[in-house]
Nanobody, 114 residues
Framework: QVQLVESGGGLVQPGGSLRLSCAASGSIFAIDAMGWYRQAPGKQRELVASITSSGTTNYTDSVKGRFTISRDNAKNTVHLQMNSLKPEDTARYYC????????WGPGTQVTVSS
């Protein structure tokens, strides 16, 4: 029932930063874990980061130390701060419930290129 819209993507040079935002039209308070996923052309969608309602976070090894996921249940938003971006981070990024197989929102494109 919750509608999610991602924003904040764009073109950035290697080493740059972006902050992705996920706005929910409904409450995410009752959702235990939210996550950011990404999918590059020709690759499977992967879970990049997740955060529980209590603030426990998990990251895939490739982004650990560079990305930070945060969650504001009161504002129904989830964010992904991405620092030290690499070309291999190029993908379309999606926000959703952790473990979901869909449906997926429009996502936001992140392109890291010089």
């Amino acid at each position: 029932q919750v509608q999610l819209v991602e924003s904040g993507g764009g073109l950035v040079q290697p080493g740059g930063s972006l902050r992705l935002s996920c706005a929910a039209s409904g409450s995410i308070f009752a959702i235990d874990a939210m996550g950011w996923y990404r999918q590059a052309p020709g690759k499977q969608r992967e879970l990049v980061a997740s955060i529980t309602s209590s603030g426990t976070t998990n990251y895939t090894d490739s982004v650990k130390g560079r990305f930070t996921i945060s969650r504001d249940n009161a504002k129904n938003t989830v964010h992904l701060q991405m620092n030290s971006l690499k070309p291999e981070d190029t993908a379309r990024y999606y926000c959703n419930v952790e473990g979901t197989k869909g449906p997926w929102g429009p996502g936001t494109q992140v392109t890291v290129s010089s």
